[in-house]
Every structure is written in structure tokens, then in C-alpha cells.
């Protein structure tokens, strides 16, 4: 009988799949894991080329438990895009420990290319006290977008880059959104307040309540969106300058105060809802205000 042959697998033939196909499945591995960009773009040139303009001016810089610096190094180092930074220390390996030094390393390499940060959004922060101080030296320049997720208290991590962010807010901060107590009323003091100034979607989500009120709303000039959930804010008297009167299109509140609405009319509103509202006697007065210009939704 003749010997028989061992079966040989054909090349892979990946290499000339056209970049429309390609593209197709980068964005489709990325919406299902953003994780999977990085490793993608090390994958070879032509893959990090495509991914590059796939994401178009802008690269998603994930840093987690399992980063390294070399990863973030490539991303950065690979491409000159805007970049938009995402933290989350909250997924682990089964037996996989927080490793400070390796932390530090990644974020280092990231806050040195500061200046072309899009966007800065902590999902889960480092361990308190298990890493040193990290300071961000750029101009945020390019920062469009902030948000802070449930959970991320403030510390010697977080309070340096809002400090960034605040002494370089520019025009170009156009969204914001907070989901801890001690981050709004850190950037609600007079010093800070001026990071506001531009921004057009503020989400402020609360766990809890606060009792101790924030002045944000005279500072609100340009907003659009304002979402609010458990939000304590001041006793506004008729006469206060509240700016966002006349920009506001969308609104939805939760458990927050609408007195600041009283004898008020928003010319532009287009989508309202408010929920559980504190200081329910003037609901009447705010609902024929909104009426007179678009429809409301108050439960």
C-alpha cells in the first residue's frame, strides 16, 4: 500500500482579504471587545494601518490589570490620532493581583502624550494607596469628553487629573459626566467652577443624595443636555442669571429640585422629563412655562 499522506493545511490567505472586510471586522471585534484593538494593531503593519484609519483621527487607549506598558507604548508611539483614554481595573484574571509598579508604568506613558487626549473616561480606579502619585503635566488641549463612573472615589489618582483638567479647560470640553458626590463638589468650587463654562451635555448621576448644595447652574452657559439624578442644588431667586434657560433642548431630572425653574421659560426645550421632583409646589408654575413652547413629561 503506498504511504500515506499527511495532510497539509493551505496558507492563510488573510493577507489579501480587501480592507473594506477587514475594516468591517476590526470595528465588530471592537464593539464586542475594546480590548481587542491593541492587539489587533500588533498584529502586523498593514493590520495597525487599517485599524488607524478605520478609528479615523482618533485611537482607544484601554488601560486594565492586564496592560502593558509596551501595548499603550504602541498605540501611542504607532499613530499620531487624538486618543481616547478609558481605565478599568474592575476586570481580573482568575488569580491575577494589581500590580502597582505596572500601573504606573502604563499611565505614565499615557500622561505624556496628555496634549492628545480626547477623551478621559474611569470606570474603575487603582487600589487607594497602592501606587504612587501621578501627576499629568500637559495641556488638556484637545479634551472634548469626561466621565466618572460609580464607585471612583476621589484620591491621590483622580484629584490631579480633574486639577489638570480644570486649570486647561478649553472650548473644546463639551461633555461631562460624574457618578460620584465628592467629584461634583470637588469641580463645583469657585476655583474649578469655570470648567462648566462650555460644556453642552452634563450628566450628573448620583448613588445617593447629597445634602450640601452645588452652585453649578449660573455657570451652565452653552448647555444643551442636562441629565440629574439626586442633585442638590441652591434656592435660585427669580432674578438669577441662569443661562442655560436659553440653550437648554433636552432635560431630564430625578429627584432634584425644579424651584430654579419657577417664572422661567425655555425657548428652545424639546424633551423633558422630570421625576420625584423636590419643592413640588411650583411643579404648576414650571409646567405652563414649558407648555407654552414644546411638550413636557412630568411624573
Given at each position: 500500500m503506498p504511504?500515506?499522506?499527511?495532510?497539509?493545511?493551505?496558507?492563510?490567505?488573510?493577507?489579501?482579504f480587501?480592507?473594506?472586510?477587514?475594516?468591517k471586522?476590526?470595528?465588530f471585534a471592537?464593539?464586542?471587545?475594546?480590548h481587542?484593538q491593541?492587539?489587533i494593531?500588533?498584529?502586523?503593519?498593514?493590520?495597525?494601518?487599517i485599524?488607524?484609519?478605520t478609528?479615523?483621527?482618533?485611537?482607544k487607549?484601554w488601560i486594565g490589570?492586564?496592560?502593558?506598558?509596551?501595548e499603550?507604548?504602541?498605540i501611542i508611539?504607532?499613530?499620531?490620532?487624538?486618543?481616547d483614554?478609558?481605565?478599568?481595573?474592575?476586570i481580573k484574571?482568575?488569580g491575577q493581583?494589581?500590580?502597582a509598579?505596572?500601573f504606573?508604568?502604563c499611565?505614565?506613558?499615557?500622561?505624556?502624550?496628555?496634549s492628545?487626549?480626547?477623551?478621559?473616561?474611569?470606570?474603575?480606579?487603582p487600589p487607594r494607596g497602592?501606587?504612587?502619585?501621578?501627576?499629568?503635566?500637559q495641556?488638556?488641549q484637545?479634551?472634548?469628553?469626561f466621565s466618572?463612573h460609580?464607585?471612583?472615589?476621589?484620591?491621590?489618582?483622580l484629584?490631579p487629573?480633574?486639577?489638570?483638567?480644570?486649570?486647561t479647560a478649553?472650548?473644546?470640553l463639551?461633555?461631562?459626566?460624574?457618578?460620584?458626590?465628592?467629584?461634583v463638589?470637588?469641580?463645583?468650587?469657585?476655583?474649578?467652577?469655570h470648567?462648566f463654562?462650555?460644556?453642552t451635555?452634563?450628566i450628573i448621576?448620583l448613588?445617593?443624595r447629597?445634602d450640601s448644595?452645588v452652585?453649578?447652574l449660573?455657570y451652565?452657559e452653552r448647555?444643551e443636555?442636562f441629565?440629574?439624578?439626586r442633585?442638590?442644588?441652591?434656592?435660585?431667586?427669580?432674578?438669577a442669571?441662569?443661562?442655560?434657560?436659553?440653550?437648554?433642548r433636552?432635560?431630564?431630572?430625578k429627584?432634584?429640585?425644579?424651584?430654579?425653574m419657577?417664572?422661567r421659560?425655555?425657548?428652545?426645550?424639546e424633551?423633558c422629563y422630570?421625576e420625584?421632583p423636590?419643592?413640588?409646589?411650583t411643579?404648576q408654575?414650571?409646567?405652563y412655562?414649558?407648555?407654552?413652547?414644546?411638550?413636557v413629561c412630568?411624573q
Amino acid at each position: 500500500m503506498p504511504p500515506r499522506r499527511r495532510a497539509v493545511c493551505p496558507p492563510s490567505k488573510v493577507h489579501v482579504f480587501p480592507v473594506e472586510m477587514l475594516t468591517k471586522i476590526f470595528m465588530f471585534a471592537i464593539q464586542a471587545d475594546p480590548h481587542s484593538q491593541k492587539n489587533i494593531m500588533l498584529v502586523c503593519r498593514r493590520w495597525h494601518d487599517i485599524m488607524l484609519s478605520t478609528l479615523g483621527n482618533r485611537a482607544k487607549l484601554w488601560i486594565g490589570r492586564s496592560t502593558r506598558k509596551k501595548e499603550v507604548e504602541a498605540i501611542i508611539d504607532g499613530n499620531r490620532s487624538l486618543l481616547d483614554v478609558t481605565v478599568d481595573m474592575s476586570i481580573k484574571r482568575y488569580g491575577q493581583r494589581f500590580d502597582a509598579r505596572k500601573f504606573h508604568a502604563c499611565f505614565m506613558v499615557a500622561a505624556q502624550a496628555a496634549s492628545r487626549w480626547r477623551s478621559f473616561e474611569l470606570i474603575s480606579p487603582p487600589p487607594r494607596g497602592e501606587y504612587e502619585d501621578l501627576q499629568i503635566l500637559q495641556p488638556l488641549q484637545h479634551f472634548v469628553s469626561f466621565s466618572l463612573h460609580q464607585g471612583c472615589a476621589l484620591g491621590n489618582f483622580l484629584e490631579p487629573l480633574m486639577a489638570t483638567m480644570a486649570a486647561t479647560a478649553t472650548p473644546n470640553l463639551t461633555r461631562i459626566c460624574i457618578s460620584d458626590p465628592n467629584a461634583v463638589r470637588y469641580l463645583g468650587q469657585p476655583a474649578l467652577i469655570h470648567v462648566f463654562h462650555s460644556v453642552t451635555i452634563l450628566i450628573i448621576q448620583l448613588p445617593k443624595r447629597i445634602d450640601s448644595p452645588v452652585d453649578i447652574l449660573p455657570y451652565l452657559e452653552r448647555l444643551e443636555s442636562f441629565e440629574a439624578h439626586r442633585l442638590c442644588l441652591p434656592i435660585y431667586p427669580p432674578d438669577a442669571h441662569l443661562p442655560l434657560t436659553q440653550t437648554l433642548r433636552g432635560l431630564h431630572l430625578k429627584r432634584v429640585s425644579i424651584q430654579w425653574m419657577s417664572e422661567r421659560v425655555f425657548p428652545h426645550i424639546e424633551k423633558c422629563y422630570i421625576e420625584f421632583p423636590h419643592h413640588a409646589d411650583t411643579i404648576q408654575i414650571c409646567e405652563y412655562a414649558f407648555m407654552l413652547l414644546a411638550p413636557v413629561c412630568l411624573q
